[in-house]
């Protein structure tokens, strides 16, 4: 019998890596992607790293070139975070986030779908956040272009379902990761004192976070369930959050997130 083959994508480090090291000591036959592909450090987790780019979309042709009949599973994890006023993030740098976030995602799921249709089978896991369900001030590109990928989800579930393919999109709380905002402040910005006071907030909450590891029961889950939920939280507080917000109504829960971001 063939191992089930996994493509991790942003497997360096993280999350992405946890789910690596997991699945491959559990006999799947997995890829990890970086943008530096390590070898050494996948040998020594019992992987293959293979090169991806999302910003580059030769960089994602190549990768699904090399899996002409798809994959088992597809795990998009890889991402990068800003934070910083509206304001003070420029056009394109937005757009870029997105790239990486969002398109170049459903670029590289796109690409491999032909192969994976044809299988008749397939688990597609999308890495989206908590802050799609409870954005944050500051984070306008990151909260967007994760409530892109999870709305993305949801839609793409309904159509690949007839075809054997499920969709789940995790949506983690904070992790113990190295994952760090890019910062936007302009010079003499209106936003400094603010901005700066949220970065040492989350800063904060990071360092209390749980680790990565709390995923990999979450991806167990997913891979043995023949039905899996369109959508899982995990990390800390998450479960209760999203039971909570269903009675909040939206002005409640402005008011609580800001309560909790104040001075
Ligand atoms: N940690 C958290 O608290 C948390 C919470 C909610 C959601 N998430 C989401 O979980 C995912 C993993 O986060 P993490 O905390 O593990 O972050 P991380 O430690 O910073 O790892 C990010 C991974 O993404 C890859 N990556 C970044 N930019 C890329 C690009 N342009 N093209 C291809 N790969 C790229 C990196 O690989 P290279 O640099 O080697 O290319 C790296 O392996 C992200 O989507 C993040 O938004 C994290």
């Not at 999302?54 to 990068?80: K, M, R």
């Amino acid at each position: 019998m063939t191992a089930t083959s996994v493509l991790i994508t942003g497997a360096s480090k993280g999350i992405g890596l946890t789910i690596a090291r997991h699945l491959s000591r559990n006999n799947y036959k997995v890829y990890g992607t970086s943008r530096k592909p390590d070898q050494q450090l996948a040998k020594e987790n019992g992987f293959t790293m293979l090169a991806l780019d999302l910003n580059d979309p030769d960089s994602i042709e190549q990768l699904a070139g090399q899996f002409p009949e798809g994959v088992d599973i597809l795990i998009n994890n890889a991402g990068q975070s800003q934070l910083g006023a509206f304001e003070d993030i420029p056009h394109e740098a937005f757009q870029g986030l997105f790239e990486t976030n969002f398109f170049g995602t459903l670029k590289l799921t796109r690409a491999l779908l032909p192969g994976m249709r044809k299988r008749g089978k397939g688990l597609i896991i999308n890495t989206s956040s908590l802050i799609a369900s409870f954005p944050l001030p500051f984070y306008t590109s990151y909260t967007t272009s994760k409530a892109a990928l999870s709305a993305f989800s949801f839609s793409l579930n309904m159509e690949l379902k007839p075809f054997g393919i499920n969709v789940v999109v995790i949506e983690p709380n904070d992790l113990k990761t190295t994952i760090e905002p890019e910062l936007f402040l302009k010079e003499g910005s209106a936003y400094a004192d603010k901005v700066t006071k949220m970065r040492e907030k989350v800063r904060t909450n990071m360092s209390k976070s749980q680790d990565a590891s709390v995923v990999t029961a979450i991806i167990d889950k997913l891979i043995k369930s023949k039905n899996p939920k369109p959508k899982y939280v995990v990390g800390g507080n998450s479960n209760l959050l999203i039971f909570a917000k269903r009675f909040l109504t939206s002005a409640m829960q402005v008011k609580l997130t800001m309560g909790s971001y104040k001075d």
